[in-house]
């Protein structure tokens, strides 16, 4: 079965924290993306890597980054967290590989609030 | 921007057809159209794509219009564990990795 995890399910953090999120996946997938998720705005994309090393702003990318040095592995950074950024994270991995359906496998989220 | 318009929300009786119809006016030639859904306190899960032909898969099936403008997810016989949001989406034209995913259709199944 493939597996994307994620190192909290929930996590409570203060104003001006440095806090990473992590994300991992099994299946040896080129692509990796984060989103936050919030009440009637959807999935909103954070940062996308497609190789390790790489990375993309996506349509929301103020106030993190992001690091991918392994594969198997993409992190979320929040380096002065903000209240404005208590949301739900969402980490998604895919393949563009030839044969693939090309679909995004997500985690199952971590909520982060921020007091 | 690949950007798709959907419901708010919709309900359908246990049993019968549930179907979810999605706009998508900005999708460009060799874009697919995929469908997802999201069980609350979960990730969104994929459920099926096409590119021009209708689709089925043991989860639903997959309507698409000849202009490719639109399409229409359908649950043959929905149960109360289809009540979830349902997110249409499409590769973006300018990065073939990419999804955009709206606010989705939050489909409501009732006894």
């Known amino acids: 079965d493939v597996k994307v995890t994620q190192s909290s399910r929930y996590l409570v953090k203060r104003t001006g924290e440095k806090v990473f999120l992590e994300c991992v996946q099994d299946m040896d997938h080129e692509n990796m993306f984060w989103y936050r998720q919030d009440p009637g705005l959807g999935l909103r994309l954070i940062y996308f890597s497609y190789d390790v090393k790489m990375k993309e702003k996506g349509d929301i990318p103020e106030g993190y980054s992001v690091s991918r040095e392994k594969k198997e592995r993409f992190s979320l950074i929040l380096e002065s967290a903000s209240t404005n950024q208590t949301s739900m994270y969402l980490c998604?991995?895919?393949?563009?590989?030839?044969?693939?359906?090309?679909?995004?496998?997500f985690g199952p989220g971590t909520r982060l609030t921020v007091l | 921007d690949a950007k798709t318009t959907q419901p708010t929300s919709m309900d359908c009786a246990e049993g019968r057809a549930a179907n979810l119809p999605c706009n998508h006016s900005t999708i460009s030639g060799n874009e697919y159209v995929y469908w997802y859904r999201q069980i609350h306190s979960q990730g969104p899960q994929y459920i099926i794509h096409?590119?021009?032909n209708n689709e089925t898969n043991e989860m639903a099936s997959l309507i698409i219009t000849e202009d490719r403008k639109s399409s229409t997810l359908i649950l043959p016989h929905a149960t109360l564990r289809d009540t979830a949001v349902y997110y249409c989406t499409h590769k973006d034209r300018n990065n073939f990795n990419k999804f955009y995913f709206g606010s989705g259709t939050k489909l409501n199944v009732k006894p």
């Open positions: 998604a991995s895919s393949s563009h590989r030839a044969g693939t359906r090309g679909e995004q496998f």
């Open positions: 096409g590119l021009k």
